[in-house]
């Protein structure tokens, strides 16, 4: 099955569904996480960004930042609560967040966070729009794809095990885990040259990983008095900070108090990896 997404003739896969396939209606519950989203659109508007409050996710950050790269007008609808209200399941059926929609698309839908920042940097090329955060070389586009497989997949829960760990005995095991799946973004910084991670510009590599590494700067200080040691990750640091100058980073981020008040409702509890944006 195909739909026609703004003109482009777009396959339905994982993470893309069409208006008018929606799962079995479930049982009506209370609304919650405000307005009802699914009656409440402007059909003028050309995307809509469903995210969770205070910007307190980091897979909902990596496609903020996308938006504000790009410069695509969009508006942000929060959703809240666990369960996820029933009117943003008719919209995303997995509950979880970033998702878009776009009104002017017959209400295309479109979720998870690494198919929704190509989407949209494809849907920008497609407009005409010059943009390099995913670049047409092939050879770019794997490399991009690598590097962020390896975020989702070894680096980030890494990083959330080691601050949730409370047996002190274990800490220098699961820090040098941690340190290990960090190596190879340091490894990327010194074949590309910098100051990102493929290089001159900012790409995708860089939106997927950089959420995880901002918490982890500000959480592991926090609660296990953990920096990123200078001698080993010299190139990791900069391109931390050169990140952190982003116009896109600074308005899709959380303050430094607010995480660790974020941070706290994990730590204190038996949160699992991936909490916030679960759906039960």
Request: hydrophobic share 40%; with cysteine.
């Amino acid at each position: 099955m195909r739909a026609l997404l703004f003109g482009l003739s777009v396959p339905l896969a994982a993470g893309f569904a069409a208006a008018g396939h929606h799962l079995p209606a479930r049982t009506a519950t209370e609304l919650r996480g405000g307005y009802d989203a699914t009656v409440g659109a402007d059909p003028s508007t050309p995307i809509q960004f469903f995210t969770l409050p205070g910007n307190t996710c980091p897979y909902a950050q990596r496609t903020h930042i996308v938006l504000k790269e790009l410069g695509l007008p969009f508006d942000i609808t929060e959703v809240s609560g666990m369960p996820k209200p029933d009117w943003y399941l008719k919209i995303n059926p997995r509950g979880k967040v970033p998702a878009l929609r776009m009104p002017t698309a017959d209400y295309a839908v479109v979720y998870e966070s690494a198919i929704c920042n190509e989407f949209l940097c494809d849907y920008a090329t497609a407009l005409q729009e010059e943009q390099s955060l995913m670049p047409s070389d092939p050879f770019l586009r794997a490399k991009i794809r690598l590097l962020c497989d390896h975020c989702d997949n070894v680096f980030a829960g890494t990083q959330f095990t080691y601050l949730m760990n409370k047996e002190d005995q274990r800490d220098e095991e699961l820090c040098a885990e941690m340190e290990n799946a960090l190596a190879a973004y340091e490894e990327a910084l010194a074949g590309s040259g910098g100051p990102y991670l493929l290089g001159e510009d900012f790409t995708l590599a860089d939106v997927h990983v950089l959420p995880f590494l901002q918490r982890l700067k500000i959480t592991l200080q926090h609660w296990k008095a953990y920096e990123l040691p200078k001698d080993k990750f010299p190139k990791l640091l900069c391109w931390l900070d050169a990140c952190l100058q982003r116009e896109s980073v600074r308005e899709s981020s959380m303050s430094e108090e607010k995480t660790i008040e974020v941070y706290t409702r994990f730590v204190g509890a038996d949160y699992k990896f991936g909490g916030l944006n679960a759906n039960k």
